[in-house]
């Protein structure tokens, strides 16, 4: 240390005000843990959603919009600049969700080198009723291979086989969620009744828990013919497609293309859950704000700091000055200060977030509600580590800088004669 002077002076105006030092070690320490911990939690969370959602649902969903308004047949024979239009009491057509030439598409689908898989499916609200309970859902009628090609169905079930749907009639698959509410369990007899009126006797062949609690709780499976017979309709009908990609990140893109060639609705798994997102965008924003909160305020604490031991030092600086030391070496003499508080007060705090974060990953939180968990999904990612440390050494040398400068501005003259 006797070789870098100015490091010994470093070393000996930060041991000297032990107290202040630590206290400001502590600010960039506590804003880097806190940093660390709330970015793991909530991208963890995130992240565990979206992997959840990729999984258990499809990249795009082909289906009829019954929201869409269809232009009046009038305005198609008559111009509207050649004739006057009137009538009263406009009412839409009634239109079934049935997805015309529904099984020609799948096979254009199929044929598609961006397309790993499709199944072609129809859903029904039903009533299911097992004894005394009666709770209403919604019956999937799919391909049970297809369908278990594209969300790896047997991965997420807790009793019973896939295989059953086929070998067994008229056999049901039950989300937990759902099987929990009727007091179901494997092989039980249970009836559905349709919107039709139609009622079905089906046996439980399988229980699944995807961990998406909205679907467990009301989602079943069955054969298509079985929902078919449920909804009254003939052997082509089906009213959704459920496709999954090579590569997520195209399914915007592809969806706008499907859109517009079958003339049906195609939504991409990012706007079926666009407003889930928001809520992550706004999670997000407000985390990052509380943490530059909290390195600012220590950033500041660094400043005050600083600027007390300027003014004690004041004599220091002046015999400094007087036996040749530069502006500039009295300028990164109090910077290397605050970068050394910044330094160590990073690195302590990195290994603190590092096991808040550890420790409360493994404590089981059995979280339910979009999704559902054991344990608290913590991201470990490097790139918050770096950014932390970064941005806190960062925060800690603006800090330190304006009183450095200010340290290296003062004349040594006007010190003594103060004297």
Excluded: C
């Excluded at 919107?195 to 046996?203: C, D, E, R, Y």
């Excluded at 798994?269 to 992550?280: D, H, L, P, Q």
């Excluded at 501005?409 to 004669?417: A, G, H, K, S």
Aim: no cysteine; proline share 2%; aromatic share 8%.
């Amino acid at each position: 240390m006797n070789r870098f002077p100015i490091l010994k002076i470093v070393y000996t105006h930060l041991t000297s005000r032990k107290r202040q030092t630590i206290v400001s070690m502590l600010g960039v320490t506590f804003g880097i843990t806190v940093f660390i911990f709330q970015a793991g939690v909530i991208t963890g969370l995130q992240d565990f959603f979206i992997e959840k959602t990729i999984n258990a649902t499809a990249h795009i969903h082909i289906y009829q919009d019954k929201n869409r308004t269809t232009e009046p047949i009038l305005k198609k024979i008559y111009s509207e600049d050649e004739t006057w239009i009137s009538v009263s009491n406009i009412k839409s057509k009634d239109e079934l969700p049935k997805l015309k030439r529904g099984l020609q598409i799948v096979e254009i689908l199929e044929s598609n080198p961006e397309v790993t898989g499709v199944s072609p499916s129809l859903s029904t609200q039903a009533i299911f009723k097992l004894g005394v309970a009666d709770v209403s859902g919604v019956i999937n009628g799919v391909n049970i291979r297809k369908e278990n090609r594209l969300f790896d169905l047997d991965a997420d079930m807790v009793s019973g086989s896939i295989i059953r749907m086929e070998t067994v009639n008229n056999g049901l698959i039950l989300g937990s969620g759902l099987a929990e509410s009727l007091g179901a369990e494997l092989d039980d007899n249970i009836t559905a009744v349709s919107p039709a009126g139609v009622a079905l006797q089906m046996k439980v062949v399988g229980i699944i828990d995807t961990g998406l609690q909205e679907l467990d709780n009301s989602r079943a499976y069955s054969s298509i013919r079985n929902a078919q017979k449920l909804m009254n309709v003939t052997g082509n009908y089906i009213t959704d497609i459920n496709i999954k990609l090579e590569d997520v990140d195209k399914a915007g893109v592809l969806a706008s293309e499907f859109q517009s060639r079958f003339g049906y609705k195609a939504e991409d798994w990012k706007e079926a859950n666009e407003g889930i997102f928001s809520v992550f965008r706004i999670q997000n924003i407000v985390t990052y704000l509380v943490i530059i909160s909290i390195l600012l305020v220590s950033g500041f604490g660094i400043f005050n700091i600083l600027s007390m031991m300027i003014y004690e030092k004041m004599n220091d600086i002046a015999i400094l000055k007087s036996i040749g030391y530069t502006d500039v070496d009295i300028r990164n003499v109090f910077l290397l200060e605050a970068l050394i508080i910044g330094f160590l007060g990073g690195l302590i705090g990195l290994v603190l977030g590092f096991i808040i974060s550890w420790i409360t990953s493994i404590i089981p939180t059995n979280i339910e509600g979009f999704v559902t968990s054991e344990y608290l999904s913590i991201n470990f990612d490097p790139a918050f580590y770096l950014l932390a440390f970064v941005f806190g050494l960062v925060a800690t040398g603006i800090a330190g800088y304006l009183p450095a400068k200010k340290a290296s501005n003062i004349d040594p003259i006007n010190i003594i004669r103060s004297q």
